[in-house]
């Protein structure tokens, strides 16, 4: 659990900071938070143990599954890196309650009174990118 709320927290840093997005996929409001359902369905198997495998490509036009690329913007890097070490002391039940705080936006999501249909409970990245906008920076340290 604790992955997926980093990288959430890095997306929604990255928006409010560079303006776009850090992953293409959209992130899902889950009971424990958002979760991008990629990276959920590739890690899930670890649990509690370490990860010890590279996330992995499925490529839909030639049907090839390859490593991931790595991040090669040094800025891009350097921007995960701190905030990956912001994050990285707290364990994934204190960063979901940290999602759960009144008016965020898996908040908004997950406790909306419209109907939503069929489909996942998707996290606008509007609405993540305006909310980490106006974060005070008591979660990234400096």
Do not use: C
């Not at 560079?18 to 992953?23: F, I, S």
Request: net charge negative.
């Amino acid at each position: 659990m604790q992955l997926y709320k980093i990288v959430y927290f890095a997306h929604g840093w990255y928006l409010a900071v560079k303006g776009r997005k850090l992953v293409k996929q959209s992130f899902e409001a889950w009971s424990y938070g958002p979760v991008l359902r990629i990276l959920r369905d590739q890690f899930r198997q670890f649990e509690k143990r370490s990860i010890d495998v590279k996330a992995e490509v499925f490529d839909i036009f030639t049907g090839e599954v390859f490593e991931a690329p790595v991040v090669s913007d040094e800025l891009d890097r350097e921007f995960i890196i701190t905030i990956f070490n912001s994050y990285r002391d707290y364990d994934g039940w204190t960063l979901s309650d940290i999602t759960h705080e009144p008016g965020s936006p898996w908040d908004n999501v997950w406790n909306s009174d419209k109907p939503v249909g069929n489909l996942a409970l998707r996290i606008d990245d509007e609405a993540i990118r305006s909310y980490f906008v106006q974060l005070p920076n008591r979660f990234v340290s400096h």
